[in-house]
């Protein structure tokens, strides 16, 4: 049995997430394309018959705004420390930029193997793909450079048939079906987030954290309580919208979505409170799950 760890870098809105559901087969992180969807690291566990891959997915590492802003990129780069391989993925429909520069010195000083993971390329024709993989090449020694399309799935088999290559025999660390490390309860409430990633703009998505507060069984509905936290009255405004209309649809597409995950019929009570300035509260971040303990003396 061959296995590692291989942990996902890159810059906000690369398609971490979306590559990392397609490896596992299995939704396992939420996407959308607002940038910093991602706020934690999350492990999804990929089992074949002859290896076992241990995704770590990180938050995109983009310049900090806030203290949630700071814990994310110092949660990226934690999460890579201990891996084997570095699958830096790049928007190959977006130029080469200062964003791209801040994330190569990083990975330079890390010492470890970096593919280069060109993404996007269903966007690209075959002589924009080309012009890219030379110039990156350039850029830095590069264990491998692999274009893929994450959200078309095309080449993540050459991917997978490369990376297994590059592992050393070792254990395996998860049951073969175990596909991620996370509670339940946290796809329940990324869910929910992506809901109003997805129906908001603006200030309002970066805005917002979900914790479950209570599930409980009634005979015939899985009832959960989740509270979508806001930093301020006006945005509790927007979430609940006009005669309960915006809050309604959160609800009508999160309870949907969890029910094909859970396989039971839900009942989802949203509520909504404003907790002012949250992101740059430590207290509030640790217990909303976006400080590890181990971060917390640095
Ligand atoms: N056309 C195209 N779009 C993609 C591809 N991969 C991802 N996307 C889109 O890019 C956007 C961002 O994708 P995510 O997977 O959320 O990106 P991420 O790197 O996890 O983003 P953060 O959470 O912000 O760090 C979404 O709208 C995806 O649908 C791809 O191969 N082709």
């Known amino acids: 049995m061959k296995s590692g760890f291989v942990a996902l870098i890159g810059r906000p809105n690369a398609g971490k997430s979306t590559l990392l559901n397609a490896l596992v087969q299995q939704k396992v992180a939420i996407i959308s394309p607002k940038p910093q969807t991602t706020r934690n690291s999350i492990r999804a566990i990929r089992t074949d018959d002859d290896s076992q891959i241990i995704f770590v997915d990180t938050p995109g590492i983009h310049k900090p705004k806030h203290e949630l802003g700071t814990q994310m990129n110092k949660e990226a780069y934690s999460a890579a420390a201990g891996v084997d391989l570095i699958y830096y993925l790049v928007d190959g429909s977006v130029p080469f930029g200062s964003g791209d ?75 073969a079906d175990q596909v991620c490390d996370y ?49 301020r009255d006006s945005q509790k405004g927007i979430i609940i919208g006009k005669q309960g209309r915006m809050i309604k649809q959160i609800g009508m597409l999160a309870r949907e979505e969890l029910q094909g995950l859970l396989g039971e019929p839900i009942f989802l009570e949203l509520f909504v409170r404003v907790e002012k300035d949250w992101r740059n509260k430590r207290a509030k971040l640790q217990q909303l799950g976006y400080i590890q303990t181990e971060l917390e003396d640095e």
Not at 130 to 135: A, G, K, R, S
Not at 186 to 198: D, G, Q, T, W, Y
Not at 201 to 226: C, D, F, G, Q, T
Request: no cysteine; net charge negative.
């Open 101 to 175: 520069e801040f994330v190569l010195n990083t990975l330079r000083q890390m010492h470890l193997p970096v593919y280069l993971i060109l993404n996007k390329i269903d966007l690209l024709e075959k002589e924009q793909l080309i012009e890219l993989l030379l110039q990156w090449q350039k850029r830095m020694d590069f264990k491998e450079i692999i274009p893929i399309s994450a959200k078309t799935q095309n080449n993540l088999d050459q991917l997978i048939e490369v990376t297994k290559n590059d592992l050393t025999d070792g254990v395996q660390y998860y049951p």
């Open 183 to 231: 509670p339940e309860q946290f796809i329940m409430a990324e869910i929910i987030r992506e809901k109003v990633l997805m129906l908001t703009e603006e200030e309002v998505p970066h805005s917002v954290a979900v914790v479950i507060e209570r599930i409980r069984k009634n005979r015939e509905h899985l009832i959960i309580h989740a509270m979508i936290l806001v930093e």
